[in-house]
C-alpha cells in the first residue's frame, strides 16, 4: 500500500465515443452537405417551375373527360408560333369570352383545311383523325360544320366535349370563321394537378399531319423537387439515427 497510487487513468476516448453515439465526423460532413444540396435542388426546382409554368382553373366543362369543371392545371408559357396540332392551349379573344381566358385544343392550323365529319371523325387535310381523349362513346360530330380553310398565322379549336363547347364552331359567322391568332395564345397545357390527373396524353392521331409538341420540363421538375425533398429528409435523419444506434450499441 505504502506509496502506490490507487489512482486510475481514464482512457481517452471521449471524443471518440461521442463521434460514435451520434455519427462519424464524415457522416456528420456528408449529411450536411445532402441537406445542402437538398435545399438547392428543392428550391431550385419550384423557381424553375414558377419561371416556365402557370396555374389556371378551368371553369367550364367543354374540355371534358381531359379536363373537368373546377380542375387545376399547369399551363407552359409559350410563344404562339410553337403551337402545333393537338395542343391543349390557353388563349384570350375578346370576340370569344370579354376579360377572361379560355381553353381549347387546336385542331388545325393555318393552311389546314378542316371539317366535321367522315364517319363520326374529325376531318383534316381530308385525313380521318383519331381522338381517344373524346367523351367515351361519343361522336366528333358536330352540326352545321361547314368546311373552314384555316388563315396563316390562325388555329381552330374544339372542345374535348364537342356538344357542349362554345369554341370555333360557335363563331364561324365571325369575320375570322372561327379562328383564333396564334399571338393570342399564351401557354399550353401539360397537365391537371388537381385532382391529380397528372401529364395529358400525346394527340397522336395528328402525327400524319406532322410533328407534334414535345412535353415541357414538367417531369424533370417534379424529380428534381422529389430528390431535394429525399435528401433533405435523409441528410436530416443521420444524426437521430446514428445517436440512436450509438445508444443501442452502447447497452449492448
Not at 445532402?34 to 435542388?41: H, Y
Not at 363520326?120 to 361519343?138: A, F, H, M, R, W
Not at 398565322?153 to 372542345?159: A, E, H, V
Request: glycine share 14%; net charge positive; with cysteine.
Amino acid at each position: 500500500m505504502g506509496g502506490e497510487s490507487t489512482t486510475r487513468t481514464a482512457p481517452r476516448s471521449g471524443s471518440t465515443g461521442t463521434a460514435q453515439a451520434g455519427g462519424s465526423r464524415l457522416g456528420h460532413r456528408l449529411s450536411g452537405l445532402a441537406v445542402a444540396l437538398g435545399l438547392v435542388m428543392f428550391l431550385g426546382g419550384f423557381v424553375w417551375g414558377a419561371l416556365i409554368y402557370r396555374p389556371y382553373t378551368v371553369p367550364t366543362s367543354s374540355m371534358t373527360p381531359t379536363i373537368d369543371i373546377g380542375d387545376r392545371v399547369l399551363a407552359e408559357k409559350v410563344d404562339g408560333g410553337e403551337v402545333k396540332r393537338g395542343d391543349v392551349v390557353v388563349f384570350r379573344d375578346k370576340d370569344w369570352v370579354a376579360n377572361a381566358k379560355v381553353v381549347k385544343r387546336v385542331v388545325a392550323v393555318g393552311g389546314d383545311t378542316v371539317s366535321c365529319c367522315t364517319d363520326g371523325k374529325l376531318t383534316v387535310n381530308g385525313k380521318q383523325i383519331d381522338e381517344p381523349y373524346l367523351p367515351e362513346g361519343s361522336l366528333a360530330e358536330i352540326k352545321n360544320f361547314p368546311t373552314v380553310t384555316v388563315p396563316e398565322g390562325r388555329l381552330f379549336l374544339l372542345g374535348d366535349e364537342r356538344q357542349g363547347s362554345l369554341d370555333s364552331t360557335a363563331h364561324l359567322t365571325d369575320a375570322a370563321r372561327g379562328t383564333v391568332a396564334r399571338d393570342a395564345v399564351s401557354a399550353r397545357v401539360d397537365a391537371v394537378v388537381w385532382p391529380m390527373k397528372g401529364m395529358l396524353k400525346r394527340p397522336t392521331g395528328f402525327e400524319a399531319l406532322g410533328a407534334l409538341s414535345q412535353p415541357g420540363p414538367l417531369r424533370a421538375i417534379g424529380l428534381l423537387i422529389a430528390a431535394g425533398a429525399v435528401l433533405v429528409l435523409g441528410g436530416g435523419a443521420y444524426g437521430p439515427v446514428a445517436k440512436r444506434l450509438g445508444r443501442s450499441r452502447a447497452r449492448g
